[in-house]
């Protein structure tokens, strides 16, 4: 364990520089703290090539501000815009997913979440366009996190559905016809 004077050379910085931080480590540090929520729109060259996983131009993908090349671990601040809440402990946040379906999703495909919480995975495919499923086995989480995905915008008019049930289990997902729901 590092001695008490080697920890505060280390420190992470108060307040709001994480420019100070950002040099220490020589990496970028994203802070998402607006209180609206972004829609990415991604530029495209005269002759796209268009990955087969996901909507990214390869010819421009350094033009991508909204994807994060550098780390996805090294986050300033949980994004707190639109109907995303830190009040479940345990989740993630909501920059992880939405890297995520970036990286490996195209508008209009479905994201499965099988631990859904509070709703998080399925409020980035409402913003991203992909149509989400999430599974949660509490009964309570599950309303509430239909509550808070109902109130994130449906720009992309996609759908998102919350099944109760064990993920484990192949009867949860035969029970509601999930792929017809979504």
């Known amino acids: 364990m590092p001695k008490k004077k080697d920890r505060e050379k280390y420190s992470i910085p108060s307040g709001d520089t994480y420019k100070e931080l950002s040099e220490q480590l020589d990496l970028p540090i994203y802070s998402y703290t607006e209180e609206t929520p972004r829609v990415l729109e991604l530029p495209r060259s005269e002759h796209p090539d268009i990955s087969f996983f996901n909507d990214i131009d390869v010819n421009q993908w350094k033009n991508y501000d909204e994807i994060i090349t550098d780390s996805l671990w090294l986050i300033g601040s949980r994004d707190k815009s639109g109907a995303h809440t830190a009040e479940l402990h345990g989740n993630f946040i909501p920059q992880i997913p939405h890297q995520?379906?970036?990286?490996?999703?195209?508008?209009?495909?479905?994201?499965?979440?099988?631990?859904?919480?509070?709703?998080?995975?399925?409020?980035?495919?409402?913003?991203?366009?992909?149509?989400?499923?999430?599974?949660?086995?509490?009964?309570?989480?599950?309303?509430?996190?239909?509550?808070?995905?109902?109130?994130?915008?449906?720009?992309?008019?996609?759908?998102?559905?919350?099944?109760?049930?064990?993920?484990?289990?192949?009867?949860?997902?035969q029970k509601g016809e999930v792929y017809e729901k979504a």
């Open 100 to 173: 995520a379906m970036l990286r490996y999703t195209k508008r209009g495909e479905i994201v499965l979440d099988t631990f859904s919480g509070n709703g998080t995975t399925l409020i980035e495919c409402k913003r991203l366009g992909r149509n989400g499923i999430g599974i949660e086995l509490l009964p309570a989480l599950v309303e509430r996190s239909r509550e808070l995905i109902a109130k994130e915008a449906n720009r992309w008019n996609v759908k998102t559905t919350v099944i109760q049930g064990d993920s484990r289990l192949s009867e949860t997902t």
